[in-house]
């Protein structure tokens, strides 16, 4: 069973902005200044709060899992810098899972890989749909880059 003393520091950080890549290109399409983009980035902050709930219950059994959640829940109260605004870094999400999946596959199971990327597009597919674009967040659910993004990032997850 993989636990967080098997990673790097390098390695758990990259780990954990992987996990963060949806929550991170969502921040990195919004306008925080603008009343309406603040109260759909509000509301896609308790969404991801509601899904590390309930991904505890569906990943919990998982060592190395329960403890990307438990990090990722600190990480939001103490305001952790694990996400970035930076849109490029989007353009091509291949390094990024590249990286990830290399991370994995040298640390974790196969069963415990299958379930952090299955975590983390379940926790980029949340953030999308949770908030819509448009006045206060109310306009269509998951906008086309939102789409595309989250096919992206499905297919370089599927593509190991």
């Known amino acids: 069973m993989t636990t967080k003393a098997d990673f790097e520091p390098k390695e758990w950080n990259d780990l954990m902005f992987f996990a963060c890549i949806g929550l991170s290109y969502k921040y990195s399409t919004r306008d925080i200044h603008a009343l309406g983009d603040m109260v759909g980035f509000l509301r896609e902050m308790l969404s991801a709060h509601t899904f590390l709930t309930s991904a505890m219950n ?86 086309q880059s939102e789409a595309e993004f989250l096919s992206e990032l499905k297919s370089h997850l599927l593509d190991v």
């Open 58 to 143: 569906k990943y919990g059994n998982i060592e190395l899992l329960r403890e990307v959640i438990n990090d990722l829940v600190s990480a939001c109260k103490s305001r952790q810098d694990l996400i970035s605004d930076d849109f490029n870094t989007f353009k091509n999400l291949e390094p990024i899972v590249e990286q990830a999946n290399q991370i994995l596959a040298e640390k974790a199971t196969s069963e415990e890989a299958r379930a952090m990327r299955a975590f983390t597009y379940e926790l980029a597919f949340e953030i999308a749909n949770a908030a819509g674009d448009g006045f206060f967040g109310t306009g269509t659910k998951i906008s």
